[in-house]
């Protein structure tokens, strides 16, 4: 199957010959000149991890720091998926459950923070101490990055005792939530607990769970070659890693 680039050369081709024949010797002259370019493209890449900072502060950090790749940062999983759909990018910059979506993406490199690859799920609450076989008990609040059905699919591996849940587009709406009703209980990934007391400056109680979830991957679209994404990424410097929760890349 030609590339979009070889079929463009093919239209401008074939339109340039319909004008000589025409003698239109201008527009001839130029459609033949646009037909003998050889197109490129630039490498695209989707960015969606809920994170403190605003999608287009992302994007534009991004594009400032690799002006030779198409970025579009996402702050809605919906938005996400559904631009995934519309049009599928060379590589994605993701969690790990996200890509599960998407098997005809391969990881080809995972953040790391203090030597590890993950991170563990704590569970938030304001008044009490919930230990995880008393979820059950409790309707749980958490950042939905799959969309309902995944997100029912996900938790029965990890959390099977959660039977009811709120879910919320982003960190900072847990917050909302813990002022209107004190007695939410929220799951939570350790590396958005200190943003979240900051910015709230609530008094959180906080358990640890053994159950863990994958720090940002960046993964590409099998059968491309996105280098220069790659390339983007290693060169990604702490206060851009920050963003992501992440040290370094690997």
């Known amino acids: 199957m030609p590339s979009f680039a070889q079929l463009a050369r093919q239209i401008l081709s074939t339109a340039a010959s319909t004008l000589r024949q025409r003698q239109n010797n201008t527009l001839f002259l130029l459609l033949l000149g646009l037909a003998s370019v050889e197109f490129t493209w630039a490498e695209s890449l989707y960015v969606y991890v809920p994170s403190s900072a605003s999608a287009k502060s992302i994007q534009d950090q991004i594009r400032g720091q690799c002006n030779n790749i198409d970025v579009l940062a996402f702050g809605l999983s919906k938005d996400f998926h559904r631009q995934i759909k519309k049009a599928s990018p060379g590589a994605i910059l993701t969690l ?22 993950q991170e563990f799920y704590y569970i938030v609450s304001l008044n009490s101490n919930v ?43 847990l917050i909302a939530l813990w002022i209107f009703k004190p007695t939410t209980i929220a799951l939570v990934p350790h590396g958005h607990l200190a943003t979240l007391q900051n910015k709230s400056k609530l008094t959180f109680v906080m358990t640890k769970t053994d159950q ?23 060169s990604f410097k702490a206060p851009l890693n920050s963003l992501f929760g992440v040290e370094q890349w690997r």
């Open 212 to 234: 863990s979830v994958g720090l940002p991957i960046l993964a590409v679209e099998e059968g491309k070659a996105p280098d220069n994404v790659i390339a983007c990424l290693s």
């Open 96 to 117: 790990p459950p996200v890509l599960s979506r998407y098997p005809n993406f391969k990881l080809v490199n995972r953040g790391e923070r203090e030597g590890s690859h």
């Open 131 to 173: 230990t995880s076989d008393e979820l059950g008990q409790h309707k749980v609040a958490l950042v939905d990055v799959l969309g309902r059905s995944e997100l029912k699919s996900y938790l029965k591996t990890r959390f099977p005792q959660i039977k009811r849940t709120t879910r919320v587009t982003k960190y900072e709406d």
